[in-house]
Nanobody, 119 residues
Framework: QVQLAESGGGLVQAGGSLKLSCVTS????????MAWYRQGPGTQRELVAS???????RYSDSVEGRFTISRGNAWNTVHLQMNSLSPEDTAVYYC?????????????WGQGTLVAVSS
């Protein structure tokens, strides 16, 4: 069974930084794409950043230039370095892994880690 576990969330002051990590277990293949999503109070879940197995990266407009997604050294791990945080970044951050293996579409989610930014 594939499991994703996020860590690194917490409370930080505006202008500060945090680094989130997502560690996976139970996978026997490399994920096509790993991504970070977030859901703030009263908002829908939105894509923050994604990274494909070929190294292609995408960022939402709201975090471009402040956040950096990267692969970890371990198998199927991904990090999100978040700089210049603002209260608008307050949300639960979720790790996601998705893609297609043979004829099977997979889409895995972690439980989320809370990031709270105080003004």
């Amino acid at each position: 069974q594939v499991q994703l576990a996020e860590s690194g969330g917490g409370l930080v002051q505006a202008g500060g930084s945090l680094k989130l990590s997502c560690v996976t277990s139970g996978s026997k293949f490399r994920f096509d794409r790993m991504a970070w999503y977030r859901q703030g109070p009263g908002t829908q879940r939105e894509l923050v950043a994604s990274l494909t197995s070929t190294g292609s990266k995408r960022y939402s407009d709201s975090v471009e230039g402040r956040f950096t997604i990267s692969r970890g050294n371990a198998w199927n791990t991904v990090h999100l370095q978040m700089n210049s945080l603002s209260p608008e970044d307050t949300a639960v951050y979720y790790c996601n892994a998705n893609g297609r293996l043979a004829s099977y579409d997979y889409d895995y989610w972690g439980q989320g880690t809370l990031v709270a930014v105080s003004s």
